[in-house]
């Protein structure tokens, strides 16, 4: 967001707000004194680098609010790295993002500063199991979630992501759809089709997120309790229950725009901590009932390990997959933009 030069007084105002997002998320000025000669190397490395770093609205706050350039949901971040001249990406999330954006960039240098780089959906699914599913479902129409591995595309038809599944999902000519690996928002699509009158055929696969899944009702009832105002809003990769006693569903980006737009001042925000941080930093005057949960893999990325990336890259920190792999997963990632933007 900031692409030049900053000093601790400009992060400290981003950041005074925060008091989410786990262990050492509330932000003095002397602690953004300390923050800021690495935020301000990582800015320099960029220009002189040609760079610019993407990142999901999952990471830690001194990253989006002290280096990065594009920020939010995996449909937008992909979208940003179609549009972005630089000749690196740096991608600050996780590694599945990273691939989608060297899918569509293949000439330029994608790095992935991530110490864990997995994610519990992509992996859980590898390539031999699409090739057995499809042996099992011929003439099945398979969608993959944004959250799989580039091999995992490259043997399905049409990928989404929670910003666009319902929507693309009742665009595909074709009644029988196999949804993988996510099988709460494969359930949550079912209800969704059948509900608005669409005639498909869904079968899903068994994949959780581990961050998600933990939520369950309880966690709304006691906040319906507590603070009969609050909306609920929720990620669509939690469970059905949930998402039937939630006030809004929807993509990360999604939920910051819902929140940003409605009056009320109460909310239970059913997702990863780095969202309600936005929420606190961007919008201070409202409030945030309730916990969040953290994701080991989002938040295994550090100010040091981007600045590591940019100086001295490592074999493990590229992104590379051969042409054949890349041009299939291309036109999965191809048709999603012609459904999600028709
Ligand atoms: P969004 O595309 O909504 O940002 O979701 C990505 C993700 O990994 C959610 O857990
Ligand atoms: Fe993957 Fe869940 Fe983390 Fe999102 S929150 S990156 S789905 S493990």
């Known amino acids: 967001m900031l692409q030049t030069q900053i000093t601790a007084q400009q992060l400290y105002d981003k950041l005074k707000d925060i008091k989410l ?28 680098k040609n760079a610019v770093i993407l990142a999901h609205s999952y990471i830690s706050p001194e990253i989006i609010y002290g280096v990065s350039d594009f920020v939010g949901d995996s449909y937008k971040l992909s979208r940003d790295a179609l549009t972005t ?13 990273g691939e989608t954006a060297k899918i569509l960039n293949p ?3 994608v790095l992935i500063p991530a110490k864990l780089d997995g994610c519990s959906l992509a992996d859980s699914i590898n390539p031999a199991t699409v090739q057995e599913l499809r042996r ?11 959250n799989t591995t580039a091999q995992v595309k490259a043997l399905c038809d049409v990928t989404v992501t929670s910003a666009n599944a ?18 709460f928002m494969g359930q949550n699509l079912k209800n ?22 933990e939520y369950d009702i309880e966690d709304i009832l006691k906040v319906r309790l507590e603070y009969p105002d609050a909306k609920i809003v929720s990620h669509p990769e939690c ?43 961007e919008f201070p005057d409202k409030q945030l009932v309730g916990s969040c949960t953290l994701c ?36 999965t990632i191809e048709a999603m933009f012609h459904y999600a933007e028709s």
């Open 166 to 183: 319902y929507k693309v999902v009742g665009k595909i000519p074709n009644d029988k759809i196999y949804f993988l690996p996510d099988k």
């Open 239 to 281: 469970n059905t229950t949930v998402i039937d006693h939630s006030d809004f569903v929807g993509s990360t980006e999604q939920m910051l725009s819902y929140m940003r737009e409605t009056s009320t001042k109460q909310f239970l925000m059913l997702t990863e901590c780095g969202l309600s941080s936005r929420l606190q930093s």
């Open 296 to 331: 080991k893999y989002m938040k295994s990325n550090s100010l040091q390990d981007i600045l590591r990336v940019l100086k001295n890259p490592l074999p493990k920190d590229r992104v590379v997959f051969d042409e054949q792999t890349r041009l299939r997963a291309l036109k």
């Open 21 to 48: 997002g786990g262990q050492g998320c509330v932000y003095s000025l002397k602690k953004c004194e300390e923050l800021v000669p690495i935020i301000n190397e990582i800015n320099d490395l960029k220009e002189e």
């Open 107 to 109: 000439e330029k240098e």
């Open 85 to 97: 001249q630089a000749s690196t990406i740096v991608f600050v999330a996780v590694r599945f993002m």
């Open 136 to 146: 099992q479902y011929p003439g099945y129409t398979f969608v993959c979630y944004i």
């Open 192 to 213: 969704y089709i059948d509900r608005h009158g669409i005639k498909k055929d869904i079968r899903y696969y068994s994949g959780t997120c581990y961050v998600h899944e």
